[in-house]
């Protein structure tokens, strides 16, 4: 079992430092494969915090190729098979058009098109994963308060004055990381100026296992399928209307929500709380530096439309940590440039199309004026009728690689 303690303020000597034990900091430390190498991985939040997360309300959509992943990293076994809920097809609407542009399994050429696992389940079966392994070390309930590069490695500073040293510090404390601004590496950020709410929804009329996506005059709205009748309800509105529909009572709310779905699902009540979320999207300007790399959300922040949040910051953990692994088994120096340097192009290559694809997407189905709207519903019938296109994105969920 990899050990797990709360720093004691001494300085100690690690191979790589990882800031952030959340999905992305967690995966990278599971991925590497050389057990030779001594990993410290630093969280703010308490211990149980770490290990057993509660529920956030965020149902995180995964690929075939992430399930892959989880399943190497022996990951995927932590998690209950009845808490996995299949993704079979998808429905996009343009306001309250009865016509859509319909993503089926069968253009994918697989049973479904991915899979929805709560994140807080990710992030245990995470967790769990790498306390069974002996050369990696969580210190949680302490934070990086200083990072200073030295030419042969990182002298970092934590919260508790604890000193570690590394030759590699990796950042994946989040889309507002405070360690990619120490390592001096600016981020371009949108802020979208909206609040996505997130809650779990029983409804009178079944899903039939296909998330549907409205986006809608003033709001977005997504239904993702659980098992049984329940649904994930995701809706997007400006941040005063958000804290509006937030602060009702369970009764109101579940009217004001089935009102805003069209009936479409018959009667529907909520099950639990409702969470909120700020939508800001954030792309480094680079994911490597002088003996310092990122990872997850500190790299690539993506807004959630196109569900490809977690996939692609655990595709860069794998081949962040595939480069490390071969560096090592080569005795080479881990944080070198040279070691560093496929990880970027590579990381770049499969993020930055995406990450504009879906900013542009965003920008088009949520302006409000007249052209937009024309263009978008001309899109949603061009895109159901061309069936090459349709395959492509289909293609994109089912088989895409995490390497």
């Known amino acids: 079992m990899s050990e797990l303690v709360r720093p004691e303020g001494s ?22 494969e050389n057990r030779r190498l001594s990993v410290a991985l630093i969280d703010r939040q308490p211990l149980e915090s770490l290990c057993d997360p509660a529920f956030d309300g965020r149902e995180i959509a995964l690929t075939h190729a992430s399930v892959q992943s989880l399943k190497n990293l022996r990951i995927w076994p932590g998690i209950a098979a009845d808490e996995v809920s299949r993704i ?23 049973g479904e098109l991915g899979y929805l696992v709560p994140n807080h389940l990710i992030r245990r079966a995470a967790c769990e994963a790498v306390r069974r392994m002996d050369h990696v070390t969580l210190l949680a309930d302490t934070s990086v308060s200083e990072a200073r590069w030295e030419p ?9 004055r604890q000193v570690l040293r590394a030759p590699l510090l990796v950042a994946a404390d989040s889309r507002f990381s405070e360690v990619r ?23 009178e009329k079944p899903h039939g296992e ?9 709001q977005t709205l997504a239904l993702l399928p659980l098992r049984g009748n329940r649904s994930s309800a995701v809706i997007t509105l400006p941040g005063s209307e958000a804290r509006r529909l937030q602060e009702l009572d369970a009764m109101d709310f579940d009217i004001e929500v089935e009102r805003r779905y069209g009936s479409r699902m018959g009667w529907m009540r909520r099950t639990g709380e409702v969470f909120a979320y700020p939508l800001v999207a954030v792309l480094a300007d680079r994911f490597t530096g002088p003996r310092f790399a990122l990872v997850g959300d500190a790299a690539v922040g993506m807004h959630p439309v196109t ?9 860069g953990a794998v081949r962040l940590a595939r480069e490390i692994d071969r560096a090592a088994f080569d005795r080479r120096d881990i944080g070198a440039p040279a070691v560093l340097a496929p990880y970027e192009r590579g990381h770049r290559r499969a993020t930055l199309p995406l990450y504009g694809a879906t900013n542009a997407l965003v920008g088009l189905y949520t302006d409000e004026r ?8 001309a899109l949603v019938r061009i895109g159901d009728r061309v069936r ?15 390497s």
């Open 11 to 32: 300085e100690r000597r690690f191979d790589i430092v990882i800031a952030g034990a959340g999905p992305a900091g967690l995966c990278l430390a599971a991925a590497l």
């Open 88 to 110: 079979t097809d998808v429905r996009v609407f343009n306001g309250a058009s009865a016509r859509c542009m319909r993503i089926d399994h069968l253009d994918g050429g697989a």
């Open 152 to 160: 042969a490695g990182v002298r970092v500073t934590l919260s508790d």
């Open 181 to 203: 601004r120490m390592a001096g590496i600016p981020a371009r950020s949108r802020d979208f100026g909206k609040t996505m709410l997130v809650c779990r929804m029983e409804h």
């Open 210 to 218: 296909v998330a549907s996506e409205w986006f809608d005059h003033g």
């Open 307 to 315: 569900a490809h949040g977690f996939n692609l910051g655990l595709r």
């Open 370 to 377: 007249l052209p937009a709207r024309l263009a978008r519903q």
């Open 388 to 402: 090459p296109f349709k395959r492509a994105l289909a293609s994109s969920l089912t088989q895409a690689s995490a």
